[in-house]
C-alpha cells in the first residue's frame, strides 16, 4: 500500500482533540443527518438545473454523473476503509465529508462545473460508509444491527423533509438562497466532526510517539538502509580486528554484536508497538485490503453478501437517482409531489430501520435481508408498469421498507469480519454499493434515453425495461439468500473463551471456525477447527 504520511498531521491535529463525549452512535448519527439533509435541500434546484442545461438528455446525463461518481467510489471507498483501521474513522470521516460537500458551491454557476466536480467528489469515500466503520467500533455484536438501523434511520430523516423545505425556499427566495444554506450546513458539519467527535478507533499513544520519531530521525534514513550501514560496519570492524589479538577480536565482535542487538531490538520494538510503520514500509499487513479480499473468497458466507449487495443495491440506486427526474419529466408529477413523496418515503424509511434490530431478532439476519429483497421487487413491478399516482405512491411506501436492505448485510458482514479487519470488510461492501450506485444510474439512464418517446406529443407513460431488468437481479438475489448458511448467520460458529457466565452473544470471536455438527439421540456433536491450542476439539452437549 502506498505511503500515507500526507495524512500524518491531519491525524495528530483530530487524534488530540478528544470530542464531546465518549465515541458513541449518536455521533456517527449527527453527522449522517447533517449530510444528507444538506443534500436534501437540493433535491428540487439540481432536478430544474439538470433540465435546463440538458433538456431531452436530462435522464442519460443523470445516470452518467451517478453512475461515473459510483465507480470511482467503488474504487476508492474500500481503500479509505483500510485506511480507517490505521490512521483512525475521524480522519477518513472528515476527508469523506468535505469532499462530497465541495461541488455546492460550484452549482450557483451556470456552467458544467458542478457536474464535473460532482462527479468525483466521491474520491475520498461515503459518508455512509465513514459512519458505519464508526458504529461498528462503539457497539457490541448483539447490539450493532441496532446501530447500523439507527445510521439508516437518520440518513432517511436527513432527507424526509429537506426536500419540501428546498423547493419551498427556492419557490419564495430563489435557488441561491438554498445552495447557500446548503453550503452553511455542511461547514458545520465540518466543524463538528473536527471539534465534537471523539476518535472510535483506539490509536496507541506508541503510534504517534513511533511517528514522530520516524518524522525527526528516520525521514531520509529508513530502517533497511541502517541495517545495510550496520552490516558494513561490522564486515569493516571484523576485517580490522583480525590483525589484532585474539583478546581484540572477541572484544569488537561482542562490541558489534551488541550494537546489532541493540538494533534488531529496536527494530522488534517498532514492529511490534505499530501497523501503521509497516504500511509505511510498503510491507504486507493482517488489515491490507488486498489480504483481506483474497481471506473473503474462503468466506462463502461473506461472497454471497457481497452478490446480494450488488444485485439489491444498483437497482435501489438506479430508482433512487433517476425516480425524481423521471416522475417529474415523464410521468407528469409536480415539484411538490415529488417533494412530498421523498419525504414519506424517509419516514417510513426511518421506522424500518429503526426496527431493523428487532425484525433481525424475529425472523433472523437471512429473512430480513429476504423480506426486504422481496419488498424491492414489488416497487419494481409498480414502477415498471404503473399508469396512476397512486401506484407510485404505493411504490414508494415498499422502497421505504426495503430500505432494511444495506443495514442488514452491513450487520451480518461486520460479524463475519475480524475486529481488525472491520473497517476494511465494511469498505468493501460500501464500494461495491459505490460501484451498484454507479452501475445503475448508467444503466437506467442509458434504458430511459433509448425506450424513451422522442416525439414533440408524447403521452406520459412508464418506461418498463429498466425497472423489468433490475427485478430479474433482484430475484437473483433472493435465491441467493438460500446459499447464507443458517447456522453461521444466526449462531455464529465461534471460536469464544471459555466462561462459565457469559452466553454465546456476549463474548467476542476469537478467531474463524469451520465445524460439523450431528445429531444423535437428543445429542449434537460438534467438530470444531482452527490453527490454535485447545483443550476442547470436540464439544457433546444437550
Not at 168 to 194: E, P, Q, R, W
Not at 476 to 486: E, H, M, N, P, Q
Not at 496 to 502: F, P
Amino acid at each position: 500500500m502506498a505511503q500515507l504520511k500526507f495524512l500524518r498531521p491531519l491525524v495528530k491535529v483530530l487524534v488530540n482533540r478528544s470530542g464531546i463525549g465518549k465515541a458513541s452512535v449518536w455521533h456517527a448519527v449527527i453527522v449522517t443527518f447533517m449530510h444528507y439533509f444538506s443534500w436534501g435541500l437540493l433535491t428540487v434546484p439540481f432536478i430544474e438545473k439538470l433540465s435546463g442545461s440538458f433538456g431531452n438528455r436530462v435522464l442519460l446525463v443523470d445516470g452518467l454523473v451517478y453512475g461515473v461518481r459510483g465507480i470511482l467510489g467503488f474504487v476508492t471507498t474500500p481503500v479509505m476503509g483500510a485506511i480507517s483501521d490505521f490512521h483512525g474513522r475521524k480522519v477518513v470521516m472528515l476527508l469523506a465529508v468535505a469532499t462530497t460537500y465541495a461541488p455546492i458551491p460550484f452549482m450557483m454557476l451556470k456552467s458544467w462545473w458542478f457536474f464535473a466536480i460532482l462527479t468525483v467528489s466521491s474520491i475520498c469515500g461515503s459518508t455512509y460508509s465513514s459512519s458505519l466503520a464508526y458504529v461498528a467500533d462503539t457497539t457490541t455484536v448483539e447490539n450493532r444491527s441496532k446501530g447500523y438501523g439507527i445510521v439508516a434511520a437518520s440518513f432517511g430523516a436527513g432527507i424526509a423533509f429537506s426536500p419540501s423545505l428546498g423547493n419551498y425556499l427556492m419557490k419564495s427566495y430563489g435557488s441561491a438562497s438554498v445552495i447557500l444554506i446548503a453550503a452553511i450546513t455542511g461547514l458545520i458539519n465540518i466543524m463538528f466532526i473536527i471539534f465534537a467527535v471523539p476518535e472510535s478507533l483506539v490509536l496507541k499513544e506508541k503510534n504517534n510517539m513511533l511517528d514522530e520519531e520516524s518524522d525527526n530521525k528516520m525521514e531520509d534514513i529508513n530502517p533497511k538502509e541502517r541495517k545495510e550501514i550496520l552490516n558494513r560496519e561490522e564486515k569493516l570492524n571484523n576485517h580490522v580486528s583480525a590483525n589484532k589479538s585474539n583478546h581484540g577480536t572477541s572484544q569488537n565482535l561482542v562490541t558489534n554484536k551488541e550494537l546489532g542487538q541493540q538494533f534488531n531490538k529496536e527494530e522488534n520494538l517498532q514492529n511490534d508497538l505499530t501497523e501503521k510503520e509497516k504500511i509505511d514500509n510498503g510491507s504486507l499487513n493482517s488489515s491490507d485490503l488486498w489480504e483481506v479480499l483474497r481471506k473473503s473468497r474462503k468466506d462463502k458466507n461473506l461472497l454471497v453478501i457481497y452478490l446480494i449487495t450488488f444485485l439489491s443495491i444498483w437497482p435501489f440506486a438506479g430508482v433512487d437517482s433517476t425516480a425524481p427526474v423521471y416522475l417529474k419529466t415523464n410521468m407528469g408529477f409536480e415539484y411538490e409531489e415529488v417533494s412530498m413523496m421523498l419525504g414519506l418515503l424517509s419516514v417510513l424509511a426511518i421506522t424500518s430501520n429503526l426496527l431493523l434490530g428487532y425484525i433481525i431478532n424475529i425472523v433472523g439476519a437471512k429473512w430480513s435481508i429476504r423480506l426486504g429483497l422481496l419488498l424491492l421487487l414489488l416497487q419494481l413491478f409498480f414502477f415498471g408498469f404503473g399508469t396512476h399516482h397512486w401506484m407510485y405512491w404505493l411504490s414508494s411506501i415498499l422502497a421505504a421498507l426495503a430500505t432494511i436492505i444495506p443495514a442488514a448485510n452491513n450487520a451480518v458482514a461486520s460479524i463475519y469480519a475480524s475486529p481488525d479487519n472491520r473497517g476494511a470488510v465494511l469498505g468493501i461492501i460500501s464500494g461495491i454499493e459505490c460501484l451498484s450506485e454507479g452501475v445503475g444510474p448508467a444503466f437506467f439512464g442509458v434504458l430511459f434515453f433509448i425506450f424513451q418517446d422522442d416525439s414533440k406529443n408524447k403521452v406520459n407513460s412508464p418506461i418498463s425495461m429498466p425497472f423489468v431488468i433490475s427485478a430479474i437481479g433482484v430475484f437473483v438475489a433472493i435465491v441467493l439468500t438460500g446459499f447464507i448458511k443458517k447456522e453461521t448467520v444466526e449462531k455464529a460458529p465461534l471460536i469464544y473463551k471459555i466462561i462459565d457466565d457469559a452466553s454465546e452473544d456476549e463474548v467476542e470471536p476469537l478467531a474463524k471456525t469451520t465445524f460439523k455438527y450431528e445429531k444423535n439421540n437428543g445429542y449434537v456433536k460438534l467438530e470444531i477447527d482452527d490453527n490454535y491450542d485447545s483443550d476442547c476439539k470436540e464439544h457433546s452437549f444437550k
